[in-house]
């Protein structure tokens, strides 16, 4: 596509509910990156994809947190037993390497509110 | 480690120029980005510095200081339209993910 889309936009989760958020990266970009971006803050790294190869997954806050991408496209980043402090903007970026001079090409974002 | 420093606000008038600072500490370092963000909206590239010196781009310019870990985004001519976020972000060798600075929230008064 021609952008970057993630949905659902808003997601609205009880504490303990489990929740997946989806992210159609631009056609053919082959690195994928998942950030979660907390209220006043700057995005917070989760997890990198290069293909279906999830190369870097320090970012995650816990085990509750899991990012797939099976097929080397679409992603997958999926919360279990949401809480409270799961609350925050989830941000998907697709680049092609080399990166170079390009940087990366975000997403809108879920916003995700656990109550 | 990463530690990545920009000021968490800033106002300045319509029509002024402004400069956003933002210092870093790494490892290995491969390039520094500058993004803006409007309030509920993604991250949009404004520019990237790989070596030292002055990228101007319309009324963006960014500075780079590798020996210094340090470099600026100097907004021209301001316009109500700049007030957003502006994010710093810092490239690692070897394609690393970018890491974020927390971002400095700029406010366009008339």
């Known amino acids: 596509g021609a952008g970057v889309s993630q949905s659902p936009r808003y997601k609205v989760a009880k504490r303990g509910q489990d929740v997946a958020l989806r992210c159609d990266p631009i056609?053919?970009?082959?690195?994928l990156f998942w950030y979660q971006q907390a209220l006043g803050q700057g995005p917070e790294f989760l997890t990198y994809?290069?293909?279906?190869?999830?190369?870097?997954k320090s970012g995650l806050p816990s085990d509750r947190f899991f990012a797939e991408r099976p097929e080397g496209s679409v992603s997958t980043l999926k919360i279990q037993r949401t809480q409270q402090e799961d609350s925050a903007v989830y941000l998907c970026?697709?680049?092609?390497?080399?990166?170079?001079?390009?940087?990366?090409?975000f997403g809108s974002g879920t916003r995700l509110t656990v109550v | 480690g990463q530690n990545i420093d920009q000021p968490t606000e800033m106002t300045a008038t319509e029509g002024a120029i402004v400069q956003i600072n933002c210092t870093y500490q790494?490892?290995?370092?491969?390039?520094l980005f500058w993004y803006q963000q409007h309030a509920g909206e993604a991250p949009t590239f404004l520019s990237y510095?790989?070596?030292?010196g002055l990228e101007e781009k319309g009324r963006f310019s960014s500075f780079l200081s590798r020996s210094k870990g340090y470099s600026y985004l100097l907004l021209k001519e301001l316009q109500m339209k700049d007030s957003a976020s502006y994010l710093c972000?810092?490239?690692?060798?070897?394609?690393?993910?970018?890491?974020f600075g927390k971002g400095t929230r700029l406010s366009v008064i008339a």
């Open positions: 970026a697709s680049s092609q390497p080399p990166q170079g001079a390009a940087g990366y090409t």
């Open positions: 056609s053919g970009h082959v690195s």
């Open positions: 994809f290069q293909n279906e190869a999830q190369l870097d």
């Open positions: 790494t490892s290995g370092f491969n390039g």
């Open positions: 510095n790989v070596l030292d």
């Open positions: 972000a810092v490239r690692n060798t070897g394609n690393t993910p970018l890491v």
